[in-house]
């Protein structure tokens, strides 16, 4: 069973900052690239970034590019957001995806989702 648990949500005052956690559990968390999504109320799920197995590849948004900066430590089984110059725009619950493939490319295709860590930021 595959598990991944998103952690680092909260609430922060505009222009802050926060680092979301992503926990994995399962095999060769190196051979799957990992992704982040975010939902705001009232809307769809948008894709923020993703990272390839090794985590020498990146891909981000275009509207999340300069401000979000998506990472991964294969020691620790973890992926991490890293997002800055909050607005109240971003606030959201953000997931933790992994991909089906080590490689990343144009499309993100998750086989697993993680419960989702609100982001709240204050005007």
């Known amino acids: 069973q595959v598990q991944l648990v998103e952690s680092g949500g909260g609430l922060v005052q505009t222009g802050g900052s926060l680092r979301l956690s992503c926990a994995t559990s399962?095999?060769?968390?190196?051979?799957?690239?990992m992704g982040w999504f975010r939902q705001a109320p009232g809307k769809e799920r948008e894709f923020i970034a993703s990272?390839?197995?090794?985590?020498?590849?990146?891909n981000y948004a275009d509207s999340m590019k300069g401000r979000f900066t998506i990472s991964r430590d294969n020691a620790k089984n973890t992926v991490y957001l890293q997002m800055v110059s909050l607005k109240p725009e971003d606030t959201a619950v953000y997931y933790c995806?992994?991909?089906?493939?080590?490689?990343?490319?144009?499309?993100?295709?998750?086989?697993?989702w993680g419960q989702g860590t609100r982001v709240t930021v204050s005007s």
């Open positions: 990272i390839s197995g090794s985590g020498r590849t990146t």
């Open positions: 995806a992994r991909s089906t493939v080590a490689v990343i490319g144009p499309t993100f295709q998750p086989d697993y």
């Open positions: 399962g095999r060769t968390f190196s051979s799957y690239a």
